[in-house]
């Protein structure tokens, strides 16, 4: 069975670190666009990174703090999480594209066919 499974989310404080982990079972990410999203509480989910074989994407909100990686041999993808803030906190999930994916990936939603369920990152004092 083909998932993605979100870690390493939790309570922060303001100012604090959380590096998210997004690890792949039954298919390799080799190749594919993968997206981070989040959704913050009464709002829209929102693509806030991504990654591809032709680079990175960050929006605006999270660009100079957050790092989007990946380890092909551990077949998982990261988000480190820098001076959070309490705008940060929401449902964090990762997502990958259907194929391999030789483009510049994208923060839209429909770009992605694979998701996790998501995880809760909370940042407050």
């Known amino acids: 069975q083909s998932q993605l499974v979100e870690s390493g989310g939790g309570l922060v404080r303001p100012g604090g670190s959380l590096r998210l982990s997004c690890a792949a079972s039954?298919?390799?990410?080799?190749?594919?666009?993968i997206g981070w999203f989040r959704q913050a509480p009464g709002k829209e989910r929102e693509g806030i990174s991504c990654?591809?074989?032709?680079?990175?994407i960050s929006s605006g909100p999270v660009k100079g703090r957050f790092t989007i990686s990946r380890d092909n041999t551990k077949n998982t993808v990261y988000l480190q999480m820098n001076s959070l803030k309490p705008e940060d906190t929401g449902i964090y999930s990762c997502?990958?594209?259907?194929?391999?994916?030789?483009?510049?990936?994208?923060?839209?939603?429909?770009?992605?066919?694979?998701w996790g369920q998501g995880i809760q990152v909370t940042v407050s004092s």
């Open positions: 997502a990958a594209t259907w194929d391999p994916d030789p483009g510049l990936c994208n923060l839209g939603e429909g770009a992605y066919a694979y």
């Open positions: 039954g298919f390799r990410l080799d190749g594919r666009s």
């Open positions: 990654t591809s074989v032709r680079g990175t």
